[in-house]
């Protein structure tokens, strides 16, 4: 296990200082804003802290409101909102400076039989082991950009693999826009077997790519293009269990972007074909120039 994955998940091992009352902090980086991936997944994490063992995630709906302070702790509340036979439900709200940052509401079901169909097809694209690490790929591209070099210096806890052009090759070669984004994903090393830890890993894990498929379709990069963006919500269902530290095919498409923002599905499918979880998010996307 690298060092980076060992961060996240003590950064996911929330403080509980109260009743229904947790908190979490970020990694000392300098950043400008907390990842909105971390805020959703240590969000998760604490409804998860309120919410019986055998009920299971099956959805979430969150906002991002305002951005998040790295050099303060977040605090996040927890509303039960609802305790029924089989679905419970929680609103979980981070705060900071004493405003609400991010807000989300979270359902959980226990399992249950029901009729069953898969109308996605997972894409066709190329094993994970076949294809160069996100590091090696993007190693040549930022080479005359010394602050680009140092962010892809650190160790990150997620490999990823990108079965699709990347941003910044997009940029310099208008042939490879599109709107569509195949990135297989794992984090590689042997996890617990808590089914909440490798769902709040995808949550953390599905907010870093999202954003870069609308950006993909207009030949726009961060740190080379003009552009300045943001998360303004995010939805996940999460229909069968799967394993984080297990390849997941994350399959992405922005159907649409106009009037500064931009629209961005995903499905992440384990290594057999089987749909196991679905994201939608949009983004404020704004030229600076």
């Keep these: 296990m690298n060092e980076a994955l060992k961060e996240l ?34 969000a998760l994490v604490a409804a998860g802290r309120t919410v019986p063992e055998d009920r299971n995630v099956h ?35 981070a705060v900071q400076h004493g405003k609400a940052i991010f807000t ?3 359902s959980f079901h226990v399992a249950e039989e029901g009729v069953t169909h898969q109308a996605s097809v997972m894409p066709v694209v190329p094993d994970p082991a076949t294809l160069p690490t ?10 005359d950009h010394p602050d680009l070099r140092d962010w892809l210096s650190r ?7 990108y079965a699709s052009p990347l941003t910044w090759e997009a940029y310099r070669n208008p042939e490879l826009r599109s709107a569509e984004t195949n ?6 090393a042997e996890l617990p077997d808590d089914p909440l830890l490798h769902v709040v890993l995808a949550a953390y894990a599905s907010d870093f790519t999202l954003v870069d498929t609308i950006l993909l379709a207009h030949g726009m990069a961060w740190g080379a293009s003009d552009i300045v963006g943001a998360s303004l919500d995010h939805a996940m269902w999460f229909h069968g269990p799967f394993r984080a530290d297990d390849w997941l095919l994350y399959a992405q ?24 979880v679905s994201v939608v998010q949009e983004a404020m996307i704004r030229r600076t120039k």
């Design 155 to 161: 160790p990150r806890p997620v490999d990823a693999r």
């Design 134 to 143: 996100f590091h090696d790929r993007m190693h040549e591209l930022v080479v």
């Design 253 to 276: 498409e922005s159907p649409w972007s106009g009037r500064a923002r931009g629209l961005a599905r995903g499905e992440m499918f384990n290594a057999s074909g089987e749909l196991v």
């Design 59 to 93: 959805s979430l709906h969150a906002y991002f409101i305002r951005p998040g302070d790295p050099s303060i702790p977040i605090v996040y509340n927890v509303d039960r909102l609802r305790d029924g036979r089989s679905f419970t439900t929680r609103r979980i709200v």
């Design 183 to 188: 990135v297989w994903f794992r984090y590689d």
């Design 9 to 42: 998940l003590d950064l996911l091992d929330l403080e509980q200082i109260e009743l229904d009352i947790f908190r979490g902090r970020s990694p000392e980086e300098r950043i400008q804003r907390v990842f909105g991936g971390q805020v959703a997944a240590q």
């Design 104 to 106: 989300m509401s979270a």
